[in-house]
Antibody, heavy 118, light 111 residues
Framework: EEQLVESGGGLAQPGGSLRLSCLAS????????FHWVRQPTGKSLEWLCG???????HYPGSVKGRFTISRDNVRNTLYLQIINLRPGDTAEYFC????????????WGRGTMVIVSS | QSVLTQPPSASGTPGQRVTISCSGS?????????AYWYQRLPGTAPKLLIY???QRPSGVPDRFSGSKSGPSASLAISGLRSEDEAEYYC???????????FGGGTKVTVL
């Protein structure tokens, strides 16, 4: 079964940092682009960043350098480093695989919750 | 305020047809970019329902269908079932923002 499992969420202090992980299984990890998407409670989905099979990661302007996506093709793991955490970063964080043929985010993890509060 | 506009809610009785709209602009759906639809059941991961405007992945029932016209896309659910109660999100690439964008989500209730 193709699967993504996120970890690393939890309670964090404002101004602190976190590293989220996403472990892939059931498919050839190095053959796909991956993305991070988050959803604050009661709000919509928000795309955070993506990393291709080869080449530079891509971030929207709104992220403003606080997020860093990376991948380890040996460990089949995707990462998201978040620095200078803000209460507005409180959300469920999902990793998602992007299928090159369909263009869609076709496999998603179940999410990891990040709560930023003092 | 989401880049793509969806109605916040939709409802129907079992067996009815429900349609959800997703309104964009020339820099996203209205351009050359495809619309995608995702379903999120409470407590579960988002699930791909429709890709490239009107294509269904294997395993998605043919009760779900998508279409695109100009800067808008639509998702139709026919033969509504209780298990269709969920949030539905449209998504696409936005050329001006150079970003993936999502709609605000539509909560479907089966009466």
């Amino acid at each position: 079964e193709e699967q993504l499992v996120e970890s690393g969420g939890g309670l964090a202090q404002p101004g602190g940092s976190l590293r989220l992980s996403c472990l892939a299984s059931g498919f050839v990890f190095k053959s796909y682009d991956f993305h991070w998407v988050r959803q604050p409670t009661g709000k919509s989905l928000e795309w955070l960043c993506g990393i291709p099979v080869a080449g530079d990661p891509h971030y929207p302007g709104s992220v403003k350098g606080r997020f860093t996506i990376s991948r380890d093709n040996v460990r089949n793991t995707l990462y998201l480093q978040i620095i200078n955490l803000r209460p507005g970063d409180t959300a469920e964080y999902f990793c998602a695989r992007r299928n090159g043929k369909s263009g869609a985010f076709d496999v998603w993890g179940r999410g990891t919750m990040v709560i930023v509060s003092s | 305020q989401s880049v793509l506009t969806q109605p916040p809610s939709a409802s129907g009785t079992p067996g009815q047809r429900v349609t959800i709209s997703c309104s964009g602009s020339g820099s996203n759906i209205g351009g050359n970019n495809h619309a995608y639809w995702y379903q999120r059941l409470p407590g579960t991961a988002p699930k791909l329902l429709i890709y490239k405007n009107d294509q269904r992945p294997s395993g998605v029932p043919d009760r779900f269908s998508g279409s695109k016209s100009g800067p808008s896309a639509s998702l139709a659910i026919s033969g509504l079932r209780s298990e269709d109660e969920a949030e539905y999100y449209c998504a696409t690439w936005d050329d001006r923002r150079s970003a993936w964008v999502f709609g605000g989500g539509t909560k479907v209730t089966v009466l």
